[in-house]
């Protein structure tokens, strides 16, 4: 098996070396401290220095075993030689030229590669960017551009962005809008599955807005920030009808569900529902800024040169890792790994939580897209750390679950070490409160 020099295969993973974090770590975190902006929301205090695969070395040389990667995006696993082989080729060649104002061959052959994926009706055209927000910026611009209406509707729960727009559609959480207003008009909520899509029809068309100025409904096919949500058989349809009634654009928000991270190349594949819009980002170049926004040709077409832009976005060594990246997806099988491997993981979790079901409270996702859901935040920020403290690396999501969301790589003895440890995890925090109850019980404070 070609490794990279510095990665002993025989090594354990996890294999903790020091303390968390260690003291080429602490020092890392005070210069952080020290220059960044605070604004940065941090997980737990990890620095790390290299990658391969689901493994990932701090600056201690501590070994963990990533089950975030790194929120969703190295869906190659970190430093695949196919990616790092396409990447390290294009630097040597053409590290950027704009293709906003000229004709770059990678940027086209990278919108062919999408396009090709695409699950939408007739012929796509595709924009690239340099992230998921700039591609939910674009994707709102072209649907506002091209209906010539001005709403929009998001859901509850959302996570779509922080810059303006996508933060004004995003209603995951107040701390993203707290001390920002106002936000852009013009956008609104609704609650996202399972409630029914009849409050659209019932409450907005009926009290806030008439259905024939709204230019789109945002939607992610499987909630990401909002806990990993996987909506009900249908619920997508009777969405994709109501936009339909009212000549209402469909926009789906794959940013986080994309890239076959559900065993499928993209979430909403799984319900047969087509949209007019996708929005992808995050695992497309594994580990590269990049980001896309597909649409019906009909639709871009409609607007101008100059209508939209980017000097970065699509740019030729992000284009490079984001080709090799649907080649390794392709060729390795990754989809169908990312199906057998969630339903190991699924399987496992409802196992975990027979045992403990005052603690995990539900279990849910598709493919490698896999959320388990705790009483509240505080406790599932409990089991985070105590997985980070045995060298597993999951991350929050929502107001009280924990997200896993492993490389496409990954194998079945990761996802074995990955259970053992996250049961672990959940054990440990059971015990503790078990012990807090007893002290209070006794009348210890």
Known sequence: MNVPSWFDPTRPVPDLVTPL??????????????????????????????????????????????????????STGHAH?????????????????SASDFYLPIYARMCQALADTAPIDGPVRVFLSNSGAEAVEGALKLARYATGRQYVISFFGAFHGRSYGAMSLTASKTKYHAG??????????????PASV??????LFRYQVDPREVAAVFVEP??????????????????????????????ADEVQSGMGRTGRMWAIEHTGVKPDILISAKGIASGLPLGAFMARADLMDRWPAGA????????????????ATLRVIAD???????????????AGLRDLAAEFPDLLRDVRGLGLMIGVEFPDGRLAGLVQHAAFQRGLLVLEAGENAIRMSPPLTVTRAECATALRLFGEAVAEVATGIALLSERVGAGVE
């Open 222 to 251: 499987i909630q990401g920030e909002g806990g990993f949500l996987v909506p009900p058989a249908g619920w997508l349809a009777a969405l994709r009808e109501v936009c339909d009634r009212h000549g209402i654009l469909l926009v």
């Open 21 to 74: 974090p260690g003291p080429l770590g602490r020092a890392a975190l005070a210069r952080d401290a020290a220059v960044t902006s605070p604004s940065l929301p941090r997980a737990y205090p990890i620095a790390p220095r290299r990658g391969w695969g689901c493994a990932l070395e701090d600056v201690d040389g501590n070994l963990f075993l990533d089950f975030n990667a790194g929120i969703a995006v190295n």
């Open 332 to 346: 390795e099988n990754l989809m169908a790994n990312a199906t057998d491997q969630g339903e190991y993981l699924r």
């Open 308 to 323: 939209h832009g980017s000097t970065y976005g699509g740019s030729p060594v992000p284009c490079a890792a984001g080709l």
């Open 180 to 193: 920002f207003g106002p936000l852009l008009p013009g956008v609104l909520h609704a609650p996202y599955a």
């Open 81 to 97: 030689l196919t990616v790092v082989a396409a990447v390290r080729e294009q630097a040597g060649e053409l590290l950027h030229y």
């Open 198 to 203: 009849d409050y659209l029809e019932d409450t």
